[in-house]
């Protein structure tokens, strides 16, 4: 029996014109079909998760398609039991993905980005000496799965990503750079950066983690741990024929991929915990967050 529900991943850079007018639409259309998500509209596109019945999720790629500005929009499909969001959001922001260069010195993926490789071919990239496989996520993502031999950035936020490429990558102006995210959006704005700043060759995951895992050819392969992904979810398989864990519980070292929020709320950072320690010390970062909220 198929899966009553449906999770829906998707992005289209395109010029709208009005936001505000834009996101209503989104708002109205949605409630309509029942659908519940994040949505992002800016004036530079779209970017959205959402999750619903699949007779609904039918209703809004059909929909989304019948808009000139976003026909032909790719989105990645995933089943599920039920709903992956508690709600529905939809914000206008200044961008979609949060670069933050300013000043004019924004990455549009229309005119520049990196070059787009199939899953295989990206594969076949990273085997290839020299090359440098970076990961264009923030780092709780990234310490819940990679790609091998990944150089994963110790950033929290996108928008430290150009200070970072600055400061540690000056001397790899020269070698092949291939980014990948979770759904290809931060890479097209990742690899224009890259290229802006003087690299090369620079090429991008299309379509990013969740394509590569899904992809009949490769598999998911060399990809280890899961993929972070910012639903009820948290984590989804990626590697279907050698999978690894490579997140440990914070206190007892074990592998584990329970990913959880500290429950002294003014911490609140993201920690892997093994549900026996979870059960015994309880949800907390540190001695001293127990302390604080009480439960040590």
């Not at 010029?15 to 004036?43: N, S, T």
């Not at 206008?92 to 787009?116: F, K, N, S, Y």
């Not at 979770?182 to 690899?191: A, F, N, V």
């Amino acid at each position: 029996m198929s899966a009553p529900f449906r999770i829906l991943l998707y992005y289209r850079y395109t010029q709208v014109d009005d936001p505000e007018g834009f996101a209503g639409e989104q708002q109205e259309l949605c409630e309509k079909l029942g659908l519940r998500g994040r949505i992002i509209v800016a004036a530079e596109g779209i970017n959205g998760t959402v999750s619903g019945e699949v007779v609904a999720t039918e209703a809004y790629m059909e929909a989304m398609n019948a808009d000139p500005r976003l026909a032909g929009i790719v989105f990645k499909v995933d089943p599920a039991d039920e709903h992956s969001f508690k709600k529905l959001s939809v914000k206008v922001r200044p961008e979609i993905v949060t670069l933050q260069l300013g000043g004019g010195g924004d990455i549009d993926p229309a005119a520049v980005t990196g070059r787009r490789l199939a899953p295989a071919e990206f594969y076949a990239a990273m085997k290839q000496e020299g090359t440098l496989v970076l990961d264009g996520r923030n780092k709780y993502e990234s310490d819940l799965g990679h790609f091998k031999g990944a150089v994963c950035p110790e950033v929290e936020n996108f928008r430290d990503f150009p200070e970072w490429i600055r400061e540690n990558l000056a001397d790899a102006k020269d070698r092949t750079i291939l980014t990948y995210c979770t759904g290809g959006i931060r890479c097209e704005k990742l690899s224009g950066f890259l290229l802006k700043e003087g690299f090369r060759n620079v090429a991008q995951l299309d379509g990013g983690i969740v394509s590569y895992g899904q992809d009949p050819e490769v598999q998911g392969r060399d990809f280890e741990g899961q993929c972070y992904v910012f639903d009820s979810r948290i984590g989804v398989p990626v590697n279907g024929t050698n999978p690894t864990v490579v997140a440990a519980c914070r206190i007892c070292g074990k592998s584990s991929e329970h990913y959880v929020n500290c429950a002294w709320k003014p911490c609140n950072c993201r920690i892997f915990l093994c549900f026996s320690c979870e059960k015994e010390a309880g949800r907390f970062c540190s001695d001293e967050c127990g302390r604080l909220a009480g439960g040590r």
